[in-house]
């Protein structure tokens, strides 16, 4: 078992990693109460199922799988089960699937009866190297990514690796382009992991060490208020591509592209396509490019007629600059 503390205070909380985990979830999380676990239909229904086992009063709650769950109709309907079910302030919600069930059920976790306590249990690549920590919730709205939130700290992260191999090999993949980001922002020998191809096999130590450096900037700066930003390297790009493609592409290959897209030094651009096609991740997409420009305008990191991005141009060191949203238009 590997632990680590993300200290924020009162809202401090412990990431616990380990194969197998899940099956003692009762050793790790308050389940002594009456607990929602939210999940999605992509999701093994053995493991909120497992979850629920270790509940004093347990329910699970399934959102159909998709970026598209992540809307305000989700959103109530699990307000209602909530409502109907009887839950008070010093009731549960466990998350119980990848970035979507996590963001959702942390989002509503910070609203019921103006918040009540939140674990995360995320069973993807792209959540357990990412999203799982750092408090982020949101929902979608009238076509933005993510433009209706919280920060909300989970009580407790439980990191099964073990679970994540019930995924599509795409679906897997694509959560790797998350660790990827990490080691090119912070971690150069996180990225040479993928650069020698050895990233499956030493899989435990790529979600280790992308959960670190992701814990060590998110303690440092809770509500990305400053170095907090380098973690959205390749999501500016990312989110309008994402957006413009209806979400027929993933999160994760949307990032991949962006991190293609923003990087001026030619020698790192071809870097950085090389890993990702070594691991059957795009490096481009045709995409409605107007559409795109809307999408990036309304983005959650604009600032008027700014707009702050990341930029890389040695693995390992990210700078943020700002600079006129406009001016994106070139990398699209």
Same mark, same amino acid.
């Given at each position: 078992?590997?632990?680590?503390?993300?200290?924020? $205070?009162?809202?401090?909380?412990?990431?616990?990693?380990?194969?197998?985990?899940?099956?003692?979830?009762?050793?790790?999380?308050?389940?002594? /109460?009456?607990?929602?676990?939210i999940t999605d239909s992509g999701v093994p229904s053995v493991y909120a199922k497992t979850i629920r086992?270790?509940?004093?009063?347990?329910?699970? *709650?399934?959102?159909?799988?998709?970026?598209?769950?992540?809307?305000?109709?989700?959103? *109530?309907?699990?307000?209602?089960?909530?409502? /109907?079910? $009887?839950?008070?302030?010093?009731?549960?919600?466990?998350?119980?699937?990848?970035?979507?069930?996590?963001?959702?059920?942390?989002?509503? +976790?910070?609203?019921?009866?103006?918040?009540?306590?939140?674990?995360?249990?995320?069973?993807?690549?792209?959540?357990?190297?990412?999203? *799982?920590?750092?408090?982020k919730c949101a929902i979608d709205f009238d076509g933005y990514k993510n433009i209706i939130g919280s920060?909300?700290?989970?009580?407790?992260?439980?990191?099964?690796?073990?679970?994540?191999?019930?995924?599509?090999?795409?679906?897997?993949?694509?959560?790797?382009?998350?660790?990827?980001?990490?080691?090119?922002?912070?971690?150069?020998?996180?990225?040479?992991?993928?650069?020698?191809?050895?990233?499956?096999?030493?899989?435990?130590?790529?979600?280790?060490?992308?959960?670190?450096?992701?814990?060590?900037?998110?303690?440092?700066?809770?509500?990305?208020?400053?170095?907090?930003?380098?973690?959205?390297?390749?999501?500016?790009?990312?989110?309008?591509?994402?957006?413009? +493609?209806?979400?027929?592409?993933?999160?994760?290959?949307?990032?991949?592209?962006?991190?293609?897209?923003?990087?001026?030094?030619?020698?790192?651009?071809?870097?950085?396509?090389?890993?990702?096609?070594?691991?059957?991740?795009?490096?481009?997409?045709?995409?409605?490019? *107007?559409?795109?420009?809307?999408?990036?305008?309304?983005?959650?990191?604009?600032?008027?007629?700014?707009?702050?991005?990341?930029?890389?141009?040695?693995? $390992?060191?990210?700078?943020?600059?700002?600079?006129?949203?406009?001016?994106? /238009?070139?990398?699209?």
């Amino acid at each position: 078992m590997k632990v680590l503390h993300a200290d924020f $205070g009162t809202d401090s909380y412990d990431i616990f990693l380990e194969r197998g985990c899940l099956q003692k979830a009762g050793e790790y999380l308050n389940l002594d /109460r009456k607990v929602l676990v939210i999940t999605d239909s992509g999701v093994p229904s053995v493991y909120a199922k497992t979850i629920r086992s270790f509940c004093k009063e347990g329910y699970i *709650s399934t959102i159909p799988a998709g970026e598209k769950s992540k809307n305000f109709e989700q959103y *109530s309907h699990l307000l209602h089960d909530l409502v /109907r079910y $009887g839950f008070s302030r010093k009731d549960c919600i466990v998350a119980c699937g990848g970035g979507v069930v996590g963001d959702l059920a942390g989002f509503v +976790a910070s609203t019921y009866m103006r918040g009540i306590d939140f674990y995360n249990v995320p069973t993807t690549t792209i959540a357990q190297t990412d999203s *799982s920590i750092g408090g982020k919730c949101a929902i979608d709205f009238d076509g933005y990514k993510n433009i209706i939130g919280s920060f909300y700290q989970p009580k407790a992260v439980l990191v099964d690796m073990d679970t994540f191999m019930t995924q599509s090999r795409r679906a897997l993949v694509s959560g790797l382009a998350e660790a990827i980001k990490t080691g090119l922002i912070g971690d150069r020998e996180l990225f040479e992991i993928f650069e020698r191809g050895e990233a499956f096999d030493k899989i435990d130590e790529v979600v280790y060490r992308s959960l670190k450096f992701k814990r060590d900037v998110i303690v440092e700066d809770p509500k990305e208020k400053g170095i907090r930003a380098i973690l959205n390297f390749g999501h500016t790009i990312g989110h309008a591509i994402e957006a413009a +493609a209806d979400f027929k592409l993933y999160h994760g290959e949307c990032v991949g592209i962006g991190m293609v897209k923003i990087t001026d030094d030619e020698a790192l651009k071809n870097r950085i396509i090389n890993v990702l096609k070594m691991y059957d991740l795009p490096t481009d997409f045709d995409y409605d490019k *107007s559409k795109a420009m809307d999408a990036l305008k309304h983005d959650k990191k604009g600032q008027a007629k700014n707009t702050k991005i990341i930029k890389v141009n040695e693995v $390992g060191k990210a700078e943020i600059e700002i600079v006129k949203t406009e001016s994106l /238009r070139q990398y699209l």
